[in-house]
């Protein structure tokens, strides 16, 4: 019996070292509904399961036997590239926060939300019909290179340590955040379909699509949201190339698909180019 358990023991012993183990970036998909955080407990979960790990419900252990984190929350209600620091590429995530993004986001002319996405309650309708095309085109413009933004209420932002959602949420008064710069390295029309239109959207750090909508809404006379969100690149991680989707999720796919850094790597010589050091 003791035979049987020691045998057993040895996989599992050396499965967890070799996730325990890796030191580097990779870029998982992640589906609409769930939080950017939930995905990433499921992903620990699922990997510390392969291991052997019986206990491995993230929000109840102890012990951090696995250190692991995201680049950048992308809205519970958008999907599309999350990159995952595992190991020391933790401290390669700042890079992800400040570079640039690619989304293709969809709008939809004539209903304002509270959230300024599909998620939230219609606080606004206007009409949309004397829109046109080259209205849009030339509108938006003004929404590129370094611009100044007001973020969203409902964002991960926090005042006081919590986040501004939750603040919301829970019935208290959030005032909103002062304008900050951004910048929009290329923003292009890519189907308009009143009340629909479709963005093509590459941005810097702390960006919000929805913010810009919104803004766009207003700036056509009339009020839109966003309606689907699609994170398509982050850094050097694309949704066609780089994406592993979660039946994908165990540790030989990740090893072929992690960049790897050493310890207190920062990688100055990543692929990526200098705008894109997400």
């Known amino acids: 019996m003791a035979g049987n358990l020691s045998s057993t023991a040895g996989p599992i012993t050396s499965s967890l070292s070799k996730l325990q183990s890796l030191n580097?970036?990779?870029?998982?998909?992640?589906?609409?509904?769930?939080?950017?955080?939930?995905?990433?407990?499921?992903?620990?979960?699922?990997?510390l399961r392969e291991a052997g790990?019986?206990?491995?419900?993230?929000?109840?252990?102890?012990?951090?036997?696995?250190?692991?984190?995201?680049?950048?929350?992308?809205?519970?209600a958008a999907s599309g590239v999350l990159v995952v620091g595992v190991g020391n590429g933790t401290k390669m995530l700042s890079t992800m926060l400040t570079g640039s993004k690619k989304y293709v986001a969809v709008g939809e002319l004539g209903k304002a939300t509270d959230t300024l996405d599909s998620t939230g309650t219609v606080i606004m309708e206007k009409e949309f019909e004397h829109i046109t095309r080259l209205d849009m085109e030339e509108k938006l413009k003004a929404f590129t290179g370094d611009i100044m933004q007001v973020p969203p209420l409902f964002s991960a932002l926090k005042k006081d340590g919590q986040r501004l959602s939750v603040l919301l949420k829970k019935g208290h008064q959030v005032e909103a955040k002062p304008a900050r710069p951004v910048t929009v390295y290329s923003l292009t029309l890519q189907e308009f379909k009143p009340p629909l239109f479709t963005l093509d959207i590459e941005c810097g750090g702390g960006f919000y699509v929805r913010s810009l909508v919104d803004d766009l809404g207003k700036a056509l006379s009339s009020c839109a949201h966003v309606k689907e969100l699609i994170r398509t690149k982050q850094g050097q991680f694309t949704l066609q190339d780089h994406v592993l989707h979660e039946e994908q999720w165990s540790l030989e796919n990740i090893l072929g698909a992690l960049y790897p850094c050493s310890e207190g790597d920062q990688r100055s010589d990543s692929p990526q180019s200098p705008q894109t050091a997400t």
């Open 24 to 47: 580097g970036l990779f870029a998982i998909y992640k589906k609409q509904g769930p939080t950017s955080a939930d995905v990433l407990n499921t992903l620990k979960e699922t990997l």
């Open 53 to 76: 790990v019986q206990n491995t419900n993230s929000r109840k252990r102890k012990k951090q036997c696995l250190k692991m984190g995201h680049g950048g929350t992308l809205d519970s």
